[in-house]
């Protein structure tokens, strides 16, 4: 595993543990704004990871298609840049 999905995973991880801390407030029935706040740090570690994520394959698999004669893959990984943009832009 390379050091960008290393870091990648560490922003999942704590993703992970900040949810499961949300649950448990929620369940407490801890002050609203305190739950917000874990909530906004989990979308922070989330948006940090996709753009890991999006980093990797650009320098990755998409540098390696965009360097090969085949248009039908350098289009399909084209499509795919332009869908998931796409999709976190909605977010």
Do not use: P, W
């Not at 753009?51 to 698999?61: A, Q």
């Not at 090969?68 to 832009?89: G, H, Y």
């Amino acid at each position: 595993m390379d050091a960008n999905h290393e870091k990648t995973l560490v922003n999942f991880k704590k993703a992970k543990g900040h949810i499961d801390r949300i649950v448990k407030m929620i369940e407490d029935g801890e002050y609203c704004i305190d739950v917000m706040q874990q909530n906004l740090a989990v979308v922070g570690l989330l948006k940090s990871a996709h753009l890991m994520l999006m980093e990797g394959h650009l320098n990755t698999c998409f540098s390696n298609a965009m360097k090969t004669d085949n248009e039908e893959r350098k289009q399909k990984m084209i499509d795919e840049i332009l869908t998931v943009s796409r999709l976190a832009n909605k977010t």
